[in-house]
């Protein structure tokens, strides 16, 4: 693990080098042609049957009686299954067994499935599913975090996060405000539906393909549900059509349900879910219901705040609690809190147990703090972004978090003025404000957002990886690690370094797909982690090959101390002599040299003690900030985004066309979350945003015709991998100054007097809302 790098064994950097370098996705081609392989494009094999689930028609019912005999007798069905035929652990629940992969007699959300059909075809084991006769007793429910909080009701105990002393600080402030805010889900919409394709094997073995982020935990969720052994069964993914974190947890049920019918039939079972039953079954983004309370002095630096936190669970803990965490640890964004205590309230409602998604509580809790840092601003008739810097974080003081980790890479004053510069922020501020004067209807707005968000699992077990690397004797590499790819480029990035270490080009390397039984033991591909603790993992599989090829270099052709061995443009050089890469390894083969190795990396220097909500949960930070220019119509709640400026930090970029795109894609993201995708239940507690039809995800005619993504370049501190920093999560919280521009703009009807009351998300209806209520000058 982490071996230094041999003083006789280097890479020229300055001449050659593999990171660091814009290169198309390793899959480009083959997702333009269509020859990308996705689970769902796997042939079948003969005898392959089809499942579909039967799902619960009532959001909290006990089930009376249930007649499948209908289901029974549809076309093409073979077998169907309930609870009763589970012959292992009926629990798909990552951390708390409160999960049912189908329930056993009482339901908690309309959509959770109740049996299991297998046809010998997808349409007719769905059709089937649906015959189904039910009798429900119905039972009392809670839908909204209001109401859970309300009645105490939570899937896991409160948290609480206190530094100082809130009362007394805030009963000496000068000025106080207080307010609620409700800030909504946010469904994944990966392209790929939820998929799994189980085939038995011998001696009780079996192999499930399937769409995951976490092909380990599908291993355990399909062994217990078997009850057999992990190594019985095995989990590969060669790349998914998007997660978001929609497949790290919630992949279980897929898997195991497949798992279960496919070990009962001794055939082969596929179960693909529809869009439709794939949103109503599955959970999202948790929505967040705050109160708040924050005292300030005239200049608007804050000198006690106090955030309430309630989020929707769902009807189990799934991964709440983690994501209550990160947003416990996420409320101070870029900002200095003295006396601060934050609460968090896992929420039991009976709707879909909510699960990650990009940002996993992050972008929940920072946003708070921004909507008050905005009240703030308006109450002293300041600019907000002059409100952000007065409260920023120092560098060298005023730099400990709440959870008390100390920040020592802080550069969000340095990055917030260049992005200030480059975007022209005052002088557009100053023409916006001029518009706005002679323009009754339409209101433009303006907001600049920083971002600090923590890198790591904050659960600090989950920060190791694995990785394999494999040279043969042509010369050509294969690499295997444990990481997924589900279009953000891992496997891209991993071969850079991988080739990086070996002095060879990209072509002549191939990463396999995810597999249980080539590493085991893999954390979920998820926290922005991914490239990090992947790519150190391969990179110390590779740097053991090298230095045992620089060995044998050195026996063949002697050394010279004043050159040592270089790995570069597919050739070793050692001694005067060039040897071409795949003639050192045929001689190494030759010699009984080893040829593969097995890499491991642990993220060091991580702690982190729940009871007490303190430690150092974070490897380093990533920094970011956003502006962002629209214009509203104040008659339709229609809005635009006109331009939208960002600046991130992805410390020394491994590859900045991918992670550019990563920005890009976060922030047009991030952006629906807060302003269009809204998720609505209706009174009976059924999910009604269920399709495409229903659900508005932003297109391509929402995303701003002057969209400026910069990189900005800043060495990571910490030893990550070629001093890079992770990009996958943080820049979705970069959309943030898009919301805050339409609560600018909704201000500007009423003179900036009023803070708009503005939910997110900010539809069009919730637009006209607040701007009735600004209009009013409440």
Known sequence: MNQPTAPNSVRDAASWQAVGIARQHESAELHVLGQATYTDDIPELQGTLHAALGLSAKAHANIKRIDLAPVRAS???????????????NDCG??????????????????????????????????????????????????????????????????????????????????????????????????????????PKEDQGMLVQCSTQHPSEMQHVVAHALGVHSHKVQVECRRMGGGFGGKESQSALWAAAAGIAAARLKRPVKLRADRDDDMLVTGKRHCFYYEYEVGY??????????????????????????????????????????????????????????????????????????????????????????????????????????????????????????????????????AIDAFNQTSPVLKKGLALTPVKFGIAFNVTHLNQAGALVHVYVDGSVLVNHGGTEMGQGINTKVMQVVAHELGVSMENLRVTATDTSKVSNTSATAASTGADLNGKAAQDAARQIRERLTAHAIKLYGADDGQPVRFQDNAVHVNGHVVPFPELVQKAYL????????????????????????????????????????VVDTLTGE????????????????????????????????????????????????????????????????????????????????????????????????????????????????????????????????????????????
């Open 75 to 89: 076309n093409g069905v073979v077998a169907v299954y309930t609870a009763a035929d589970i012959v292992g652990t």
């Open 94 to 199: 990552p951390i708390i067994h409160d999960d049912p992969i189908l329930s056993a007699g009482e339901v908690l959300y309309v959509g959770q499935p109740i049996f299991i059909v297998v046809a010998d075809t997808h349409d007719n084991a769905r059709r089937a599913a649906r015959r189904a006769v039910i009798d429900y007793e119905e039972l009392p429910t809670i839908l909204t975090p209001q109401e859970a909080k309300a009645a105490q009701s939570y899937v896991l105990p409160p948290m609480q996060l206190k530094r100082g002393d809130f009362q007394t600080a805030f009963d000496l402030a000068p000025r106080v405000v207080k307010g609620k805010l409700f800030v909504g889900g946010q469904e994944q919409f990966y392209l790929e539906g939820q998929i799994a394709y189980a085939i």
């Open 297 to 430: 002095d005239d200049n608007g630096k804050i000198l006690a705040a106090k955030v309430d936190m309630t989020l929707r669970a769902g009807y189990s803990a799934d991964l709440s609690g983690p994501v209550a965490t990160r947003a416990v640890c996420h409320f101070d964004n870029t900002y200095y809190l003295s006396d601060v205590e934050i609460l968090a309230g896992c929420g039991k409602t009976n709707t879909q147990s909510n699960t990650a998604f990009r940002g996993f509580g992050g972008p929940q809790g920072a946003i708070a703090i921004e909507y008050i840092i905005d009240d703030i601003a308006r109450n002293l008739g300041r600019d907000a972004l002059d409100i952000r810097r007065v409260n920023f974080y120092g560098t060298t003081s005023r730099n400990i978090t709440p959870y008390g980790q100390e920040i020592v890479d802080n550069v969000i004053g340095a990055l917030t003025a260049d992005l200030e510069r480059s975007s022209e922020y005052r002088t557009r501020r100053a």
């Open 591 to 630: 010699a009984r040299v080893q040829l593969w190795s097995d890499g491991f990396y642990a993220t060091p220097g991580l702690h982190w003690d729940p009871k007490t909500m303190s430690g150092h949960p974070f490897s380093y930070y990533a920094y970011g900030a956003a502006v962002s220019e629209v």
């Open 639 to 778: 809005w635009k985004l006109l331009r939208a400026d960002a600046l991130y930090d992805a410390g020394r970029s491994l590859n900045p066309a991918i992670d550019i795109g990563q920005v890009e894609g976060a922030f047009i993201q991030g952006m629906g979350w807060l302003t269009t995708e809204q998720l609505w239940w209706n009174g009976a507690g059924k999910l009604m945003t269920h399709a495409p039809s229903t659900y508005k995800i932003p297109g391509i005619s929402d995303c701003p015709e002057d969209l400026r993504v910069t990189l900005y370049r800043n060495d990571n501190v910490e030893d990550s991998i070629h001093r890079s920093k992770a990009v996958g999560e943080p820049p979705l919280l970069l959309p943030f100054s898009v919301f805050f521009a339409i609560r600018d703009a909704i201000s500007s009807v009423g003179g900036h007097r009023v803070n708009p009351p503005l939910n997110a998300p900010a539809t069009s209806e919730e637009i006209l809302r607040a701007v009735s209520i600004v209009e009013l000058g409440v």
